[in-house]
């Protein structure tokens, strides 16, 4: 469904990435890891069309992309979920909602996707009048999540799903991204938490430095002595 072939991205005089090469296959569960600064992100904002590769290529659907602007990336089928949520904290959950939905693909399907979302996400739907800003930060990850599934996906990258929630909340999250798999949507997760992804992944890809340091079944990388040297340094 995805393929990534070389890709290098500089900021300035500085190189994130090197020649890096992943493969996502439709249907798949598949997490990116790596430490901090490892070039996580950067990969997925090439593949949104936030960044611009150096060289190299990207293709979805056999299609290449790496030379599209966003909004045409999200028509597409390609959405991400940001780090950090990004809500817009004065506005309430069911605005968020339907800012998710402004591309054209996404406005066809706005009853549906706001069920499936809903669906997923009950609290979302219990407090949709309230404002974003001040729900708990799992709540407003759901919400970021839901907001993605809005945009109507073919294929879901979400970056740092876990980052600063509760263990409970984390374990709920990964329940749910299953959920959104058996509905047919491919994911490309970008995470820190290493076991969790490992365990509902189908494979895996490890960054470190820019560079690929290891990739293949997820059930193998968990198990290789690569992984622990990419987040350790040893």
Wanted: hydrophobic share 45%; with cysteine; glycine share 8%.
């Amino acid at each position: 469904m995805l393929k990534c072939e070389s890709m290098n991205l500089f900021y300035g005089e500085v190189q994130a990435l090197w020649d890096v090469n992943l493969e996502v296959k439709e249907g798949e569960i598949v997490a990116l890891l790596g430490a901090n600064a490892a070039g996580k992100s950067t990969t997925i904002n090439a593949i949104s069309g936030l960044e611009k590769l150096s060289s190299g290529k990207i293709l979805f659907e056999g299609t290449e992309i790496q030379k599209k602007d966003p909004h045409e990336i999200v028509e597409m089928g390609i959405v991400q979920v940001p780090e950090g949520r990004k809500l817009f904290s004065y506005m309430t959950i069911e605005e968020n909602l339907e800012l998710g939905a402004y591309s054209k693909r996404a406005r066809a399907n706005f009853k549906q996707n706001l069920e499936t979302v809903f669906e997923l996400f009950p609290i979302l739907k219990e407090r949709r009048k309230q404002l974003a800003g001040s729900m708990s930060g799992g709540q407003q990850q759901m919400c970021a999540v839901a907001r993605g599934l809005m945009g109507n996906p073919k294929f879901l990258m979400i970056d740092e799903l876990s980052l600063g929630l509760a263990p409970l909340v984390v374990k709920q999250l990964f329940e749910v991204l299953t959920q959104i798999s058996k509905r047919g949507i491919t994911i490309l997760l970008v995470e820190q938490n290493v076991k969790q992804s490992l365990a509902i992944a189908n494979s895996a890809f490890v960054l470190k430095n820019g560079r690929l340091a290891l990739s293949g079944k997820a059930s193998e990388v968990a198990n290789d002595p690569t992984l622990h040297q990419a987040y350790l340094g040893k």
